[in-house]
Nanobody
């Protein structure tokens, strides 16, 4: 069994920063991509960022590009999401995801990831 455990969520004022962490544990699995999705109340789950585990290529949703940075620590089996210049519209539950099979393109939809964390709440006050 594979577990993805997120941490680092919380309440922050607009313009502030948070760093989310996601530690992968359990049985060894091949990971080709890890990333983050988010879901705000009443809205669909949306892609935030992804990183290719081998090589470190990254991709971001337009709404967060330039403000968020995804990174990984191979030795710690951990992926991070540094979030700067936070806005109230960034308020959501943030989910860590992993994809254990290869893709020639960056997977952008929820169904393209086979492992999910439980989510961590991020609230940005205005």
């Amino acid at each position: 069994q594979v577990q993805l455990v997120e941490s680092g969520g919380g309440l922050v004022q607009a313009g502030g920063s948070l760093r989310l962490s996601c530690a992968a544990s359990g049985r060894t699995f091949s990971r080709y991509f890890m990333g983050w999705f988010r879901q705000a109340p009443g809205k669909e789950r949306e892609f935030v960022a992804s990183i290719k585990w081998s090589g470190g290529s990254t991709y971001y949703a337009g709404s967060v590009k330039g403000r968020f940075t995804i990174s990984r620590d191979n030795a710690k089996n951990t992926v991070y999401l540094q979030m700067n210049s936070l806005k109230p519209e960034d308020t959501a539950v943030y989910y860590c995801v992993a994809r254990s099979f290869w893709s020639s393109t960056i997977p952008l939809s929820p169904g393209q990831y086979d492992y999910w964390g439980q989510g961590t709440q991020v609230t940005v006050s205005s």
